[in-house]
């Protein structure tokens, strides 16, 4: 089955940094979708891309559809101590009957 | 209230006991899906309903059960606990091919 490479597993950064993440896949998707878990909550949608190519930004979170469509990645700029958790990237492929893959998770902490 | 609704939030059970996880969503969404989520696994999918009536097997499913009578609900039952069932479990709804909306989960121990 399809099956998403996220990456990094983990991040401890200082706030005020920025922060990368990425997601790869062998499998096409149609829509990429970026949730951010708070501790102890359901995960929660940042942000959803639906083209190749596409670059969407949220307030200080910026994500990219890649243009192989295979590949996507969400950047947060000037961290704060309130965007510690676990981000997940997922993917949906439109014959998969409306299931998302789901990547392992990046969990980031941010010291302050 | 709009939105998605799991109970209980905290469930402790003994090994071979049934046990019923309920998921209750209020916007008519077509797609459920019940996920488990531990440590170093992320979120897998264990079934998932297109519509009321109609379910199929995920990533994880053996042990557990689904239904689907009604739209609006998607229990999950474990017939037969075992301490592995041990996790969290998630509930979500969505719209076809579109983003989920995530329950706030029940944290499920077995003993």
């Known amino acids: 089955g399809q099956q998403l490479n996220q990456s990094p597993q983990s991040m401890f950064i200082q706030e005020g940094e920025d922060v990368s993440m990425n997601c790869t896949s062998s499998?096409?998707?149609?829509?990429w979708l970026w949730y951010k878990q708070d501790p102890g909550e359901g995960p929660v949608l940042l942000i959803a891309?639906?083209?190749?190519?596409e670059l969407t930004s949220n307030g200080r979170l910026t994500a990219q559809f890649g243009i192989t469509r295979k590949d996507s990645f969400l950047n947060i700029s000037a961290s704060i101590p309130s965007d510690v958790g676990i981000y997940f990237c997922?993917?949906?492929?439109?014959?998969?009957?409306?299931?998302?893959?789901f990547g392992d998770g990046t969990t980031l902490t941010v010291k302050p | 209230d709009a939105g998605i609704t799991q109970s209980p939030r905290y469930k402790i059970t003994e090994t071979g006991r049934q046990v019923t996880l309920m998921c209750h969503q209020t916007?008519?969404?077509?797609?459920m899906f019940w996920y488990r989520q531990d440590l170093g696994h992320g979120l897998r999918l264990i079934y998932y309903?297109?519509?009321?009536?109609?379910?199929d097997k995920g990533e994880v499913p053996d042990g557990y059960v689904v239904s689907r009578s009604k739209t609006e609900n998607f229990p999950l039952t474990l017939e037969s606990a075992t301490r592995s069932q041990t996790s969290v479990y998630f509930c979500?709804?969505?719209?076809?091919?579109?983003?989920?909306?995530f329950g706030q989960g029940t944290r499920l121990t077995v003993v």
């Open positions: 997922a993917g949906i492929f439109r014959t998969n009957a409306g299931k998302s893959t």
């Open positions: 309903s297109a519509a009321a009536d109609i379910t």
């Open positions: 916007w008519s969404h077509s797609y």
């Open positions: 891309l639906y083209k190749a190519g």
């Open positions: 499998s096409i998707f149609n829509t």
């Open positions: 979500a709804s969505s719209d076809r091919d579109a983003e989920a909306f």
